[in-house]
């Protein structure tokens, strides 16, 4: 994907990747150049369906921001249950450039999956919006990766994840500042909702600070939906399913903003499913 | 004419409550309590402080954190004493909390047309139901755009209680619990709810149950029978007169006469 100097995309542009073959692997790759002034919004979209088999998915992707440009990667990930996931995204990123990455992860088996990006010019930023849903049986080890290299550069990385049925989620982020990042600003936020007392989440953060004017700062909180919520709810008409899945997709509702209506309507769609049955 | 003859036969109360004993696991809290409220009254629940009136509130909406160890809850004909909350909010009871609680990314609009088109006999058109929710906003003074905050979020104690009478205007329940909803509201806020709990009585014909301390929200209803619980057991019940005669004496005589008859 090639984007001319000073184009700007007035739509975002769609792929979709599904795995169709029993046993397979996919290795796809995908390379977008965003020229200086040039302006994309891309979507990826994958599922596959189930089969007895299990399917490995290593995909790479390579993105170039170049200056004064503007990349919006979104990623809706909804991979069988039996999927191993590993993929590999990589940003550089120049001067007065802006990166931001949407990543909703509902399926696989098994995710290792950190969107890396390099901010190599000044004034740069980083935004990240990411949240991960773990089921029965699910590992999903995702978070994010930036460094901040040029002076003035900034990140903000806000990450959800849920957990139910025995899932496990890991946040992992890494944000490393250079020696050469002047004033460089970093701040990390996960929140963890945890469905009930067999999954689990850990948060794992880490930082590296090569400069002093830098701030980094990192929260993290993790909770649980209340019974008085439950009970406010159902008081109102709603089942327990049906509240449980207000409560989680409201938890949701920082990222299904950040996505077009049809996929933010897929991924409540997408929790729903996720969320059915799952009283208790 | 058969259906009113059958259910008369059985009980002319919208909500009958007998020989109803329930408690936390391991705190018996409410104690043989039998209380009736006929459709369209207007009844007061009275009682110092941890008498446990909010539990009884509570336990009549199906709050799973209290069991009901004997005893039973009829509404509208039918024993919901098993039924969970959301099955008996279906039914027509509805309970406005005390503290309402906050639901992050819930849009409160989106809220109020979810669990009004749940209900068959409220299911509306979109243009319609913006409608109506406008009149009663501007009904309670509810600015417009509360509405697409998220559910409670960040809401004051008074915005919190205005959107509890909105959701009652709405869901046109046959009972409403009004769960100590005066209290800690400034007095244009009061006025506003007052506002509300009339229009509830007028355009539903709905029946109230109203949990207070306050008398002055009760100035503006008109009061049908007054309740008073004392440590979980309910020690009188009267007209609404019963309400002034507590205002001017408080709660001390019925303390008395429960700790006598536990004596006797």
Partial sequence: ?280 | MRDMLERGTMSDQLLTISGLSAGTEDKPILHDISLSVGAGETHVLMGPNGAGKSTLGHVIMGDPIYQVSSGSITFDGADVTELGPDKRSLAGIFLSYQAPVEVPGVPLYSFLRTICQMRPELKTTARKFRTRVGEIAEQLDINQNFLTRELNVGFSGGEKKKIEMMQLLLLRPKLAILDETDSGLDVDALSIVSRGIEAYRQECDGALLMITHNTRILERLTVDRTHVMVRGNLVAEGPASLIDDIDAHGFARFEEALAQKAEA
């Avoid at chain 1, 090639?2 to 739509?11: D, M, S």
């Fill in chain 1, 1 to 280: 994907m090639y984007v001319p100097e000073g184009v700007t995309l007035p739509y975002p542009l769609q792929s979709y990747f599904r795995l169709n073959a029993q046993g397979a692997g996919q290795f796809e790759h995908t390379l977008i150049i965003v020229e200086p002034g040039a302006d994309l919004h891309f979507i990826e979209g994958c599922s596959a369906p189930k089969y007895y088999e299990a399917n490995l998915h290593a995909g790479a992707v390579e993105l170039f921001v170049k200056d004064h440009a503007k990349l919006r990667y979104s990623t809706i990930e909804n991979w069988s249950k039996n999927m191993f996931n590993l993929n590999t995204k990589r940003a550089t990123v120049g001067a007065d450039s802006i990166m931001e990455w949407v990543s909703g992860s509902f399926g696989s088996h098994v995710s290792y999956l950190y969107p890396t990006t390099y901010l190599q010019g000044a004034h740069s930023s980083c935004e990240f919006t990411g949240i991960t849903f773990a089921g029965a049986t699910q590992d999903l080890d995702t978070g994010c990766k930036v460094i901040l290299n040029g002076a003035d550069t900034t990140a903000s990385v806000d990450t959800k994840s849920i957990s139910k049925d025995g899932g496990i989620n890991t946040f992992r982020s890494s944000i490393i500042v250079g020696r050469h990042a002047d004033r460089a600003r970093a701040t990390v936020s996960c929140a963890s909702l945890m469905l009930d007392d067999i999954s689990r989440s850990d948060t794992i953060p880490a930082m590296d600070v090569r400069n002093g004017s830098a701030s980094v700062g990192h929260e993290a909180t993790i909770g649980r939906i209340s019974d008085d919520t439950i009970l406010y709810l159902m008081s109102r008409g709603c089942s327990e399913s049906e509240a449980r899945t207000m409560v989680v997709n409201g938890f949701a509702d920082p990222v299904s903003k950040e996505l077009p209506m049809e996929y933010a309507i897929e991924m409540n769609n997408l929790i729903k499913l996720e969320m059915e049955g799952a009283i208790g």
